[in-house]
Structure formats: structure tokens, C-alpha cells
């Protein structure tokens, strides 16, 4: 190859290179963008929705129902659905009670050995 071929193909590779290269970085400077824009629209949901949680009612345990009834309704619960997945959300919603409710008294239900967790989680 002569040289002077040799000199144009090095030439129109530089050229390629940098053309290519600029191309990249011009897109790399569109998805900058667009994962700022993403950001900043998924920190407004965010906020939404903090908003949403914290002006949310509660439920309450129930009215009239004392922790002792309701452990009384957990435990025949469980009996009902012997040998189900149960999860603490399933029994909040089903007995309409929080969650948070839920998932502590079959804690202290379990500690006190009033339920097992075979009762509430199906066995392998």
C-alpha cells in the first residue's frame, strides 16, 4: 500500500473516531438529561405520596375490641385456615384491624406459645 493511501485510510479512521466519539457524547448528554428529569419527577411522586401516608386515617385496633379479643379472633383464625399461607396483612385486613396491630400481637402470641408458626406459615 502506498503511502499516500496508507496516510488517507488513517485519515478517514481519525476522522470516524471522532466523529463516532462526539456522536457518543452527545448522547450520553441526552440520557444525563433525561435521568435528571426522571429523578426530579420520581422526587415529586415521593412527596405525593409521603403527603398522601401521613394525612391517611388509621385503622384503629377496633372499637370496643380489647388486644385479648382480638387475639381470640387471630387464633381462630388461623384454625379456620388450617394449613394456609396466612400473613400478617392477611389477618389485619380480615379482621380489620392495623397492621402494625397484627403483626405484633402474633409476635406476643407466638412468644407465649398460643400459636405456632406452622399455624401461619404453611409447613415445607
Do not use: W
Request: glycine content about 4%; charged content about 30%; proline content about 2%.
Amino acid at each position: 500500500m502506498s503511502a499516500v493511501a496508507s496516510e488517507a485510510i488513517s485519515e478517514y479512521t481519525a476522522t470516524a473516531i471522532f466523529e463516532f466519539q462526539a456522536d457518543f457524547i452527545k448522547q450520553m448528554a441526552t440520557l444525563v438529561e433525561k435521568i435528571d428529569h426522571l429523578s426530579e419527577r420520581f422526587s415529586i411522586v415521593e412527596s405525593i405520596i409521603g403527603a398522601a401516608m401521613e394525612s391517611a386515617p388509621s385503622t384503629p385496633i377496633r372499637d370496643g375490641a380489647s388486644e385479648e379479643e382480638i387475639k381470640v379472633e387471630i387464633k381462630k383464625y388461623f384454625i379456620e385456615r388450617d394449613g394456609e399461607i396466612l400473613y400478617p396483612s392477611d389477618i389485619a385486613h380480615a379482621l380489620n384491624i392495623q397492621y402494625e396491630v397484627a403483626t405484633r400481637l402474633i409476635c406476643e402470641m407466638e412468644e407465649n406459645g398460643q400459636i405456632r408458626r406452622a399455624e401461619y406459615t404453611k409447613a415445607q
